[in-house]
């Protein structure tokens, strides 16, 4: 067996496995997403010697059991998951012309058309739990701008198919999803340049804040926005966005390292380094 029908089988399988469990699920951030683990990592934040005895037992199940995640909350839908399956089937159609996978990707967008912020006029995303952070709450619902745009990524992805595919093209419900998915990229465009707000750092830089609601120097947030709107400037046509997105990109980039690596913020508290973040930061410069 060749590495291509290897990797159609991995994909079926996968593709299998996903209808027999479901869309919903668990991820790292279950084990403080309910009322127990909040209150334990909201402790650790005020307190480093209590809060660490109380999130150990976490952070040991997170490690070595984690499927003991379901003791501490519920399953839920993601915006993150269901916009990486939706590019993912996009993808199988592109690379199979099954057209079946291309239904598959229009039902996650459908999904995400149900789970945007709707306290917000604008299209946008957030977690579906309270996430307790060093600086307070985030509520549940409230746009993150490090997850709008994977959402902004699969509606264009799956956009450009319908516009490309002469199947599609031939019919009036595509023409139709086609309408309403370019819509919907521009309220998202209109979401992260208006509702994500900027802050000066530099004659040619600027931080932008995580929700409408912060003051802004985390690097990867800046990142992700540099990027929706330099590709919402090319889509749309809209050379505004591209001055927005240009003092973004301007920021991430006269924050690097001497070593190469970035700080998570420049805020002089959370300047620590990982590989997922510089994974972000570097997929959105790219």
Partial sequence: MNLQDKTSNV????????????????????????????????????????GTAAVAPMIFFEAALPSARRLFHNPMRFPIADAHYAMGFAFLHEATGDFSQLE?????????????????????????????TRNGVIKQQTPLITTTPYVYEAFLQVAELLESDVRCQMSDVRQDLLLEYKQILESIARHASVDIKDFKTSEKA??????PYDSGGVINAAAYRAFLLTSASKVLSKDEYWKIAERNLSFVLENQNADGSWPYAVDGVRGFVDHFHTCFVMKALA
């Fill in 104 to 132: 598959n990707a229009v039902h996650f967008l459908t999904e995400l058309t149900t789970s945007r912020c709707r306290q917000f006029k604008e299209y946008c995303w957030g977690y579906p739990f309270d996430w307790v």
């Fill in 206 to 211: 600027s931080s932008c804040s995580y929700t």
């Fill in 11 to 50: 994909l079926a399988d996968f593709a299998e496995w996903l209808d027999g469990f479901g869309e919903t699920s668990w991820d790292h951030q279950s084990f403080f997403a309910g009322p127990v683990g909040r209150r334990a990592k909201s402790l650790y934040y005020r307190n480093r010697i209590w």
